[in-house]
């Protein structure tokens, strides 16, 4: 039946593999209660996501349901998955998650906490709760910035995980997880 189109099991291993590797930075910060309750979030917003693929599919199963039954029909998941594939429309994602990424991942800063201005603590923490006396550390690790911007432009916003990182999370695992959920949801949908 189609309701039982689920892929927990391969989304927790791209979550271990994949994901928390790009987006943390290695060790142990004993937040181990606000990580546990953070990994549950995430994983359950990329779960609804890439399940969501049953609506999508759904949707495109209205739209040329002849062309469709017939594939499901010959059990074609090949034949399927190309039909529902825009390239063009997965392209415009990944760039729209990485504008999102960037523009919603700031680490935002009041300017009066900014490194080297008159009010801000030596000793004051960031917000991963680690004190930083490196003003310059502007960027995550594995971040880098734009070729051809001086340093000060380069410096830009610090930013809490790489745009570049979450659009290849995208481009790699939430959108080719999704088409799976819609190609296993199709092959179900005429019972």
């Known amino acids: 039946m189609w309701h039982y189109v689920k892929l927990e099991t391969e989304l927790t291993h791209v979550y271990l593999q994949e994901v928390l590797p790009g987006i943390t930075q ?12 953070l990994d ?22 209205q739209a040329q349901p002849q062309e469709y039954e017939r594939l499901i029909r010959a059990r074609d998941a090949q034949a399927i998955l190309h039909l529902l594939t825009d390239k063009a429309v997965e392209q415009r994602v990944i760039e729209r998650v990485r504008l999102k990424a960037a523009t919603f991942g700031q680490d935002i800063v009041a300017p009066s906490q900014q490194p080297g201005s008159s009010s801000a603590s030596s000793n004051d923490s960031g917000s991963n709760g680690e004190g930083s006396s490196d003003s310059s550390d502007t960027h995550l690790p594995g971040l880098l910035p734009p070729q051809g911007l001086s340093s ?20 790699r695992w939430v959108m080719p997880l999704t088409k799976e959920v819609e190609v296993q949801y199709l092959l179900a949908r005429l019972g």
């Open 26 to 37: 290695p060790g142990d910060d004993n937040n181990y209660g606000s990580a546990g309750v």
């Open 152 to 171: 000060k432009e380069a410096a830009g916003p610090r930013l809490k995980v790489s745009p570049d990182v979450v659009a290849a999370l995208y481009e």
């Open 40 to 61: 549950v979030l995430c994983l359950q917003a990329l779960s609804k996501r890439i399940h969501y693929g049953k609506f999508v599919a759904e949707a495109k199963f």
